[in-house]
């Protein structure tokens, strides 16, 4: 909100420029275009602004015109922002202050005294952020401490004006940053006023600046009050993401990835309860991004990917680059449209003890195995009980890129899971049955790794036999499941290639009183966001040259990282394809097609790890839909068993993500 704020032009100034600018009667429209850039009103490429901001610029100067001056140095300066050019921007922003002290001295024009300051105020915000980039830690701090002066003094005029508190927190909180880079000891402090003003009016900056005020506490040996605090701002992020945006996400996850090794590796738990702060907290932590792409969408979502998908699935690697940036240009001049997907607004008021509730009628345990990503290669393992309460167990292990492929390829040897787990957790797991619920959190590359076949002893050689199991990407996919759902009848199978699995499935949806439609009616449901009770793909995913994965359904090509621009009101989808499970990743962390279905408004996904024949895909999806009406987690456990039982290796590629409850 911070950059919103300070970017944009105070109304007073716009006025004196209306009036006072003798340029602006001739050249309003190119101005106006200049005006909305500046007020985030329209997205302009910025290297078109700085054409336009200097060409006019020229103009103001020979006609001596400070009000055009003054806007144009604002503009270049936003527009250098814009490009990553932050010494440019920086002098951009100096000379408009120089302007701006003329103005304020001169008589003629009519400028009240408080919009001059608030302009102050913002021009040296920016300034300290400018230099804050530019790692100029004492040019920040000088000309954040003057903008501090300036929002001071427009609170105490304007007491009520709870904008302005949110302003003075977010600066507070860049603050804490320039003092913790000069070793001043007075950088806990800025975090904490930054947290407390924060509170009063949330924004994506308090999960940053609790963060890492966070970080100061545990440094300080206040591990229970940073703990407490991570969880009152991390439990239920949906009411953070205002003014927030892919800017705003990346500078919370790099403070979260700055911090997050610390709060795993120095946490010492001596209880349940703070065991269970722990998990909320670090579940919250790497669970943002899903939060904020499931929380909000691009308007037009689905008609912006029916333009930008097609093009870079058939382009060459060189042209890949450029159409990939094209892409994000594009999404980010939506931006500005983004909108609360109406189905989760009750997700104000989910929190984790509300999921357990729903889920206790059905299962007598419930277990979270929590997996964290600390650093390269090495991860942290958390098994708590969630019903009933009392049981945390901490692990941790090493694993990378080429063991993970390995266990995914080969099929048939799991005893390195084991090993993974630890043995305290391993002995734990033993003790669930089939009316416990065990959910895996994954992080980064695990999801890759096929847990539900950790080798046991007993009846049956897998835990993914005896124990119902669920995945998630973060806690927050599992408040999901507290949404009401409206009844369907509508089912879609997608993809006629292999053409028994297809006639099969069709069949037994239709002898359970389903409506079958064929994906290109599908894809009508889908433009008008209407809801469907599923769909089943039984075809092959599309290759290309970008990393993301590539689901065709009809015209429409949904690519793993579309999760801001698809919605999807569906109960359940069967991606029955060659490994749906892969994971790829970008700044703003992991992406596939089972994460992006959860966060489009899926509820439970059934994907598969690995390379199963046609002939063990038919027989999978032949045991899952065999039973007339169960719940998913229940059809996942029946088609696994019946397939151990016979002998087939089917079993072992199955996963499920989402929600186990769903009624099929």
Known sequence: MLLWWATSLNDMILAGLYESSSLFNFLNFDIDIVIRYINNRVYIDPRKVIRLAKALLNLAEEQNDPFIKYLMHRALGKAYFELDLYATALAQIKES???????????????????????????NAIAGFLAYRLREWNVAKKYIENALDYLKNMILKKPSERNMKTLLGELYSIYGDVLAFLAKPESTNAYEQAHELLKEQPSMLLIINGVKLAAHLIARGFRNEALMLLREIIENPFNLFKHADDGVLKSALLAINLNINRFLSEMRLRSYEQALNFVISTEGLKGITFAFRTWYKIADGIRLMYELNRGILYASPKQVLALEQMRRRKIRAYQSRYEIYVPWRALKYANLEKVVDILSPVFEEVYLLAFSK???????????????????????????????????????????????????????????????????????????????????????????????????????????????????????????????????????????????????????????????????????????????????????????????????????????AHNTTSIFLDEFGEHSLPICLLSAGVQTVVSVIGFPSEKEMFEFAYEFYKPRRLRAYERLLHAKRELYKKGSDAFKYYVMYGNPLVLL
């Open 97 to 123: 202050m120089k302007i701006l002290e003329k103005i304020k001295m001169d008589v003629i024009y009519s400028v009240s005294p408080e919009s001059l300051n608030e302009e102050f105020a913002k021009l």
């Open 374 to 576: 600390e650093n390269e290669n090495s991860y942290s393992v958390f098994l708590i009980s969630l019903k009933p309460k009392g049981v945390y167990i901490q692990s941790a292990f090493k694993v990378d890129a080429n063991t993970i492929a390995n266990i995914s390829k080969n099929m048939n040897d799991f005893s390195i899971l084991r090993r993974l787990v630890g043995t305290e957790i391993l002995e734990k797991l033993y003790e669930l049955n089939e009316k416990s619920l065990l959910i895996l959190s994954l992080d980064d590359a695990l999801h890759e790794i096929p847990w539900e076949n950790i080798p046991i002893d007993g009846d049956y050689p897998y835990i993914g036999l005896k124990v119902p199991i669920v995945r998630i990407p973060t806690i927050y996919a599992a408040y999901l499941w507290l949404m009401t759902r409206g009844g369907s009848s509508t089912f879609s199978i997608i993809g006629e290639r292999r053409i028994d699995e297809y006639k099969m499935v069709k069949k037994s949806l239709k002898r359970r009183g389903y409506r079958v439609i064929d994906e290109y009616e599908f894809i009508y449901y889908l433009d008008e966001n209407a809801r469907v009770k599923g769909f089943h793909f039984c075809s092959n995913l599309l290759e290309s040259v970008i990393d993301a994965q590539v689901l065709p359904i009809s015209r429409l090509i949904i690519r793993s990282d579309d999760e801001m621009l698809l919605c999807m009101r569906a109960d359940f989808a069967f991606l029955n």
